[in-house]
């Protein structure tokens, strides 16, 4: 594609001279964010050969010491030649920025530039496998080129920050001999044979020496024989020869250096993350050698204190606040065991895999210590291979870890490549790369501007759409149409990429999914689809103007009954008005009633956004453009209109065509804009001052809604009605394991009720039907003194309780499929085919023209004051 660009200029370093001919073979350059890069893209279109790519580059070799060769090129490069005489290596090119002074003085030393020459940046290029040529910018789209000394190549490639993987294919083993583990540290050990084998080899070992136990008397008759090497009981002599003398004689090279790798991690796990000394592990061996049980017991408790306070796991695995990783000691192991937060115990064999591989790159992590404190560039090959959609986004707070530099860490770029939506990093656009295989001799290319037209490049890279999906994530903000999403998800991503906001005064976009509504008066209903049909609800904010429409909204969403429970969908506080941030520190034009989302946006960066739109996109001409003008626009928010509508009535006013300002044009042009005005260092005063307007509203407006979230995520995660009948009745029965009298029952029931007593859940309240069955059915209030009749069921009806929300809701929302299925099938095949969406109307009247007559062709309208949705007839249906 750059060849057939006649605008695209040649760079020295793309002209390859063979057999007297200068080619033209332009480099496919790919843009390194500073920090963390996400590749992207379809199966063979380049990815993980970037990877290697950026490995030869800097030291002429990958991570498995494998130099540059012909495999390098791609098959359909016209380079890629069997000839001996024509063959060529495949070079490799590097740009290199933030070059400090000392640096500079190294790399002068190493090569052919003068010592005169100052540089903060460089390209460096690899060709013929081990020879480096320099190139300097000289202005104007010169370069200067300089060879790095022959000699020198390995001191110069040291200079350069070096390559690590993190290992994606290696889990944290469930069981280790400790065996292993002083083999590690003493480099011998001191045990028996038996005690170093894995648990498979000490089980078959046991099953062969069973052998001797059941028929002693074939092994001495077999010694007897003429030839004993055939015979049975020789067979299995030499095998628990073989065995003991060499326990890694069965495995293949890979098992064993997956082997070697479980142990390093292990050790990792131990010594360098939990800082046990190599003396207490040499002494926990001893005493596990030595079956001192109590001692023994004695240093794993300790270790284990050690992981716990050392670990802080459940700060990444957000999954399981309460998650914690137990050590014990068996059988000359070292076993570990997962504690939820149910306070159940699991060995690794009953909990996901994606478990063991987010442990393994976490304990990898935080074991590394770079060499001399030199910043690396950390590369991993799809590590959302084993991890959950969960697990992935946890990983993303890993990937900041590694780029941001802590107080005893040096901060490292980062490259990953992956298929997952789940690791693309919504607040951060801007480190997106979209790798795109061609046809034929194209190659691969890379694809600008992912991030706009709803990141529409990672369709085919990712083969979904991810830009904006509803209800992917445990947290929800509402808001009233896209326009708001399109601003707060900007204003957002502006404020993080720039660093200008903490965390709480920006949205991260991997943890909150911003709905629109299509409307105000579609949130409510909305929010009670998300929150009020089962047992499981996620939590819910919502964002609203403050005009009338969202006055009403608010209180339909706060005060009026919602389903057969009648209960609203969401509290006061999880409600944010934009009329409420005046009480924050937001000033308002002091006409303006209703103020809208629009109304945080500053005069200034408001009239830049309408010119741009009206040049862009309505076609205006230059001279019509300067009458968009700041004094208009004050004059018109002055008399009390909102922002919006005073900048959509100076573009009208602008032109005899009278040019539209459409609405989410106007909110992209404003992120457009905010991101140049940063970027230029010589702005405006008014300028700055509008910026420093927008970044401070934008905050304010985060913190507020962060606040909410809290309080939402809070409800949604403080202990549920099911979890206390769980306690409280497993207490009861510990007590009372046979029989109980009327009387205990009755004051373990009406304790239970008090437990639930402020608690308004679904599950709540079927709990608190269920209790009321159980005191009719076994006749509580009479004969308190009595035995409890049939006490086993009676525990097991006290048990389901737990249980009768989930039911219900499973219940409930069958009943809703098949009301949906019934009546499609007595319809024909409506437009709409959600359940969800549509099950809850079908009691509706259904209308028709011609009620005789089979429905064909259907839409959904929706009363907009009732809300509610009638199947109709479309203007073109043919009855025939």
């Not at 060879?147 to 994606?168: C, H, M, W, Y």
């Not at 699991?346 to 910043?375: C, M, W």
């Not at 530099?405 to 693309?424: E, K, N, R």
């Not at 209703?594 to 001279?623: N, T």
Request: aromatic share 8%.
């Amino acid at each position: 594609m750059r060849q057939h660009n006649s605008k695209v200029q040649k760079k020295p370093w793309e002209i390859i001279k063979a057999d007297d001919t200068e080619m033209w073979y332009p480099y496919i350059q790919v843009p390194i964010d500073p920090k963390i890069t996400a590749v992207v893209g379809a199966n063979e279109s380049g990815k993980s050969h970037l990877l290697s790519a950026i490995e030869k580059a800097i030291k002429g070799s990958d991570y498995k010491d494998e130099p540059i060769g012909s495999r390098d090129f791609c098959r359909y490069s016209e380079r890629f030649l069997v000839t001996s005489d024509k063959n060529r290596l495949p070079e490799f090119g590097t740009e290199w920025s933030k070059v400090s002074p000392i640096e500079c003085k190294r790399i002068k030393s190493l090569s052919e530039i003068p010592q005169s020459r100052s540089f903060d940046r460089f390209f460096l290029f690899r060709l013929s496998g081990n020879s480096l040529t320099i190139y300097l910018p000289e202005g104007e789209g010169k370069y200067s080129s300089h060879q790095v000394n022959p000699q020198k190549v390995d001191e110069f490639s040291a200079i350069l920050p070096g390559t690590r993987r993190l290992k994606s294919n290696i889990a944290l083993p469930a069981s280790m001999p400790i065996q292993k583990l002083v083999q590690k540290l003493k480099g011998e050990a001191s045990y028996t044979r038996y005690e170093i084998l894995s648990v498979t080899q000490r089980k078959r070992v046991r099953e062969l020496m069973d052998e001797f136990y059941k028929k002693p008397e074939r092994f001495s008759q077999a010694r007897t024989q003429s030839n004993p090497s055939d015979s049975g009981p020789d067979k299995v002599i030499n095998e628990i020869i073989s065995i003991l003398s060499n326990p890694d004689s069965n495995l293949s090279e890979d098992e064993r250096e997956r082997q070697e790798e479980e142990v390093n991690l292990t050790h990792d796990l131990l010594c360098k993350i939990a800082e046990v000394g190599s003396i207490h592990l040499l002494d926990l061996a001893n005493s596990m050698e030595a079956n001192d049980v109590g001692y023994t017991q004695a240093l794993v408790d300790k270790i284990n204190r050690q992981l716990s306070a050392n670990l802080n796991f459940p700060n990444y695995w957000v999954q399981d606040s309460k998650f914690r990783l137990l050590m014990s000691a068996k059988d000359h192991n070292l076993e570990f065991t997962i504690v939820d937060r149910t306070g159940t115990k699991y060995s690794f064999d009953e909990r996901s895999s994606g478990l063991k591989y987010f442990l393994s790159y976490f304990i990898q992590h935080r074991a590394y210590k770079p060499p001399g404190n030199v910043p690396e560039i950390l590369l991993m090959d799809e590590p959302d291979a084993f991890l959950s959609s969960r697990a992935q986004q946890d990983l993303l707070k890993i990937f900041d870890e590694v780029a941001s530099s802590g107080d005893s860490t040096t901060a490292s770029q980062v490259v990953y490549v992956t298929h997952s939506p789940f690791l693309i990093d919504k607040n951060h656009a801007e480190r997106i790369r979209v790798l795109d295989k061609g046809s034929d001799y194209e190659g691969t290319r890379v694809v600008k501007s992912v991030s706009k037209n709803h990141y529409e490049p990672l369709r085919s890279a990712l083969g979904a759409f991810i830009a904006e999906t509803v209800y992917i994530s445990h947290c929800n903000l509402m808001v009233e149409g896209p326009v708001d999403q399109v601003l707060l998800a900007g204003a957002s991503t502006y404020l993080r990429v720039f660093g200008i906001a903490s965390k709480r005064e920006s949205i991260d976009l991997n943890e909150i999914t911003i709905v629109p509504a299509g409307g105000a008066t579609s949130i409510p209903y909305l929010t009670y689809l998300a929150r009020g049909r089962d047992s499981e609800q996620p939590a819910v904010i919502v964002l609203l103007d403050s005009d009338q429409t969202g006055n009403e909204v608010k209180r339909e969403l706060t005060q009026k009954g919602y389903g057969p429970r009648k209960k609203p969908p969401l509290k006061k506080d999880f409600v944010l008005q934009v009329k409420d941030l005046e009480s924050f520190g937001i000033k308002f034009p002091e006409m303006l009633l209703s103020p809208e989302v629009e109304d945080l946006i500053p005069l200034q960066i408001s009239v830049l956004a309408a010119q741009k739109y009206a040049e862009e996109i309505c076609g205006v001409r230059d001279r019509d453009i300067k009458d968009i003008t700041e004094d208009f626009v004050q004059q018109r928010v002055d008399k009390g209109e909102t922002m919006f509508d005073a900048v959509n009535t100076c573009v009208q006013a602008c032109s005899k065509d009278k040019p539209h300002l459409e609405k989410i044009g106007f909110a992209r042009s404003v992120i457009e804009i905010v991101n140049t005005l940063r970027r230029d260092v010589d702005r405006e005063q008014k300028y700055s001052d509008a910026l420093e307007k927008f970044e401070h509203n934008f905050k304010v407006l985060f913190r507020e809604l962060d606040k909410r979230k809290s309080l939402a995520e809070l409800e949604r995660t403080r202990e549920k009605a099911s979890q206390k009948v769980k306690d409280i009745g497993e207490s009861f029965f510990y007590n009372h394991p046979n029989g109980a009298n009327r009387e205990d029952v009755v004051e373990f029931l009406d304790k239970l009720e008090a437990l639930l007593l402020s608690d308004d859940s679904f599950d709540a309240e079927q709990i608190r039907r269920g209790i009321e069955g159980i005191r009719n059915d076994y006749k509580l209030n009479i004969d308190l003194g009595e035995r409890v009749e049939n006490y086993e069921q009676f525990k097991r009806d006290v048990q389901r309780l737990k249980d009768v929300g989930k039911i219900e809701s499973e219940e409930k929302q069958k009943q809703e499929h098949d009301e949906f299925e019934n009546a499609k099938n007595s319809l024909g095949s409506p437009v709409i085919e959600d359940p969800a969406t549509v099950s809850s109307f079908l009691t509706e009247e259904v209308e028709s023209e011609d009620n005789s007559s089979t429905i064909n062709s259907k839409t959904v309208s929706t009363d907009r004051k009732d809300r509610k949705p009638k199947i109709i007839k479309s203007e073109n249906q043919d009855d025939s």
